[in-house]
């Protein structure tokens, strides 16, 4: 079993940056995929970025894409999710995972999720 516990969530304006980190327990980080997605009040978990064990490939769901960038550091066991030009919609519960396999963008391809961080934008 793996923990993570996210961090660096907060209240930024619109415009501005955020940059989420989640710290994995175990030696076995660097074998998996990691993933972020988020939930906004009243609606569904939705995925926003997923980058492989290595991390040469990143996906981005379209509406993040160009303004957060998803990244890793396996010596630290420690995936970044660096969000600039933050919009209202942006906000929500943000929480890390675990990809089971081949990473995926379907909540269903990953386990162990972390307490979530809450990032809050004004306008």
């Known amino acids: 079993q793996v923990q993570l516990v996210e961090s660096g969530g907060g209240l930024v304006q619109a415009g501005g940056s955020l940059r989420l980190s989640c710290a994995a327990s175990?030696?076995?980080?660097?074998?998996?995929?990691m993933g972020w997605f988020r939930q906004a009040p009243g609606k569904e978990r939705e995925f926003v970025a997923a980058?492989?064990?290595?991390?040469?490939?990143?996906w981005y769901a379209e509406s993040v894409k160009g303004r957060f960038t998803i990244s890793r550091d396996n010596a630290r066991n420690t995936v970044y999710l660096q969000m600039n030009s933050l919009k209202p919609e942006d906000t929500a519960v943000y929480y890390c995972?675990?990809?089971?396999?081949?990473?995926?963008?379907?909540?269903?391809?990953?386990?162990?999720w972390g307490q979530g961080t809450q990032v809050t934008v004004s306008s």
């Open positions: 995972a675990r990809a089971i396999g081949v990473v995926t963008t379907a909540q269903r391809g990953f386990d162990n």
């Open positions: 980058i492989s064990s290595s991390g040469r490939n990143t």
């Open positions: 175990g030696r076995t980080f660097s074998s998996y995929g």
